[in-house]
């Protein structure tokens, strides 16, 4: 908690600064300031992919997991990012993005660097657990 506060406290500074609305969009500080879907699952869960990425350029770490039904559509997400504000707010608007897409839909996003990484990194390692849910099965 007191690492959020001290983030959010630098955050919000560059918010009431000239610079800082030049820099960051009110979406970027509404989503940094009431982040969607922060939480997990359980990992175990065949359902669930799950990705952990981290950027050492600027130690930014994200974890990621979506819920995939049977169909491949991703039915909720979560995720865990310490980091600057802008990590966190990516991590929060690409949990909800992903939101009702495909797992191939998904694998299609650009530029968004550790996020991007972490969707890729959820799909990939859900893939992985279905394919020996499935061989249990057969």
Known sequence: MMLKQTAKKTFLG???STAGRRFYHENVI???ENPRNVGSFKRD???VGTGLVGSPACGDL???QIKVDE???ITDSRFKTFGCGA???A???ASEWIKGKTVSEV???KNAMLAEDAIKSAVQNYKEKKAIADAYVA
């Open 14 to 16: 560059l918010r009431s």
């Open 30 to 32: 509404d989503h940094f």
């Open 45 to 47: 869960d065949p359902d």
């Open 62 to 64: 994200m974890t990621l």
């Open 71 to 73: 169909s491949g559509h």
């Open 87 to 89: 990590a966190i707010a």
């Open 91 to 93: 991590s929060s608007v």
């Open 107 to 109: 694998m299609t996003i």
